[in-house]
Nanobody, 122 residues
Framework: VQLQASGGGLVQTGDSLRLSCAAS????????LGWFRQAPGKEREFVAA????????YYSDSVKGRFTISRDNTRNTVYLQMNSLKPEDTAVYYC????????????????WGQGTQVTVSS
């Protein structure tokens, strides 16, 4: 499985961005998908995850209510809609795929994209 993230950029506080992650896989519906991020000098942290079918979603407390994860299995793509962005959201964002339940634990994810930079200026 190869994952290609895109959609990052430089925005201002309060702006929105939508990240996309395209997967080169025959059946994306067999994988749980997640987004993680890593800020400079910090460890990678969980952001959001979505179940195989898209019916269940999970969010970190820091983004709940502002970010929305979704997936389109027909397009082999997972999205992260980010609203009301804050400077503390600045990080490299990674998409990941898990053949299991995925969820919040990065060790459950076997496949990772290359990351896309999101910078939020104050």
């Amino acid at each position: 499985v190869q994952l290609q993230a895109s959609g990052g950029g430089l925005v201002q506080t309060g702006d929105s961005l939508r990240l996309s992650c395209a997967a080169s896989v025959r059946t994306l519906g067999r994988y749980a998908l997640g987004w993680f991020r890593q800020a400079p000098g910090k460890e990678r942290e969980f952001v959001a995850a979505v179940s195989f079918s898209g019916t269940s979603t999970y969010y970190s407390d820091s983004v709940k209510g502002r970010f929305t994860i979704s997936r389109d299995n027909t397009r082999n793509t997972v999205y992260l809609q980010m609203n009301s962005l804050k400077p503390e959201d600045t990080a490299v964002y990674y998409c990941a795929a898990s053949p299991g339940f995925g969820n919040r634990d990065s060790s459950n994810y076997n496949y990772w994209g290359q990351g896309t930079q999101v910078t939020v200026s104050s």
